[in-house]
């Protein structure tokens, strides 16, 4: 999105306060405060900040001791497997000369999420997972190497896993199927269709519904939404990505997310405060807080 976009307005606030399931603040403009403050006036009182690096990862951290309203995930995005093993720190995409990586430094990096795992201010072990949108082929193994890790991380400190999961449906469940998910595990930016919410509803996970549920060519996410049970929804923004319609290419926020609310009380033809209420007690239920 351009940087320069200007910001939407803050939307009519919600009377039942949520959480923001899966945000970057770290990736957002202003300061933490000022983000929790705006969010907090419309009625999102909580957020999840979700770590994609080991550096972003000890900031998440870092910034959910400082704040009360702020609880942290951990983990190395699908994507940043492939860069550590193969030592591109641009990914797959950029042609020349690479700097060494290999086993070894995905390794190092896997033990720093474990090690910041295990603090209290961190409820989860995520975004993991796969994407085989942005990594093709040579990033497979890595990606699947990684992810499996963390599914051990997440249940050996009893932390929620957040997947990250784009065009890997199919994967996805397989490899939790094969290593036994963890107890809470959340889909993040659901991104599956009826279908699968069912397969997921009947092991448990949690499904986060993000902004662009709200997409003219969204339907089939407005088919799983429908189609999964109440009390394993959650919603988030993926903040500064994916803000809802009518603001979609603008910055988006935690302070946005009773307009993507709004909307999946629309879709499940619920009562908005019925669903902020529910939201709410998934949330916290998902992330142990």
Same mark, same amino acid.
């Given at each position: ?29 202003? %300061? ?13 009182? %909580? ?38 093993v ?66 051990e991380?997440?249940k ?22 094969e ?27 949690y ?29 988030? %923004? ?12 603008r ?8 307009? %993507? ?6 879709v ?22």
């Open positions: 999105m351009p940087s320069n976009a200007e910001a939407p307005p803050a939307p009519t606030p919600l009377r039942v306060p949520v959480a923001d399931s899966h945000t970057h603040l770290d990736m957002q403009s202003g %300061t933490v405060e000022e983000a929790l403050a705006k969010a907090a006036s419309v009625g999102v009182t %909580t957020v999840v900040q979700v770590g994609c690096d080991l550096a972003g990862s000890r900031w998440a951290a870092d910034t959910a001791a400082a704040h009360d309203a702020v609880h942290a995930t951990v983990a190395l995005h699908p994507n940043e497997a492939p860069r550590i193969h030592g591109d720190p641009d990914g797959w995409s950029r042609q020349g000369a690479r700097v060494p990586g290999g086993d070894a430094a995905l390794d190092e990096a896997l033990d720093g999420i474990d090690r910041l795992a295990a603090l209290p201010q961190v409820k989860g072990v995520g975004e993991t997972g796969l994407d085989f949108f942005r990594t093709g082929p040579e990033g497979m193994a890595a990606q699947e190497r990684s992810f499996r890790a963390h599914i991380i997440a050996r400190h009893g932390k929620a896993l957040v997947i990250h999961d784009r065009d890997a449906h199919a994967d996805v469940l397989r490899i939790l199927k290593e036994g998910a963890p107890e809470r595990t959340v889909f993040h930016c659901y991104s599956g269709d009826a279908a699968m919410a069912e397969v997921c509803a009947r092991a448990g996970y499904m986060s519904f993000a902004g662009n549920m709200t997409f003219k060519n969204a339907q089939p996410l407005r088919d799983a939404l429908a189609a999964a049970p109440l009390e394993l929804v959650l919603v988030e %923004t993926d903040a500064p990505f994916l803000t809802p319609m009518p603001y979609r290419g910055p988006n926020a935690p302070y946005l997310v009773p307009v %993507t609310v709004r909307a999946m009380a629309a499940r033809d619920l009562d908005e405060d019925a669903l902020a209420t529910a939201i709410s007690a998934n949330t916290a239920r998902a992330f142990d807080y």
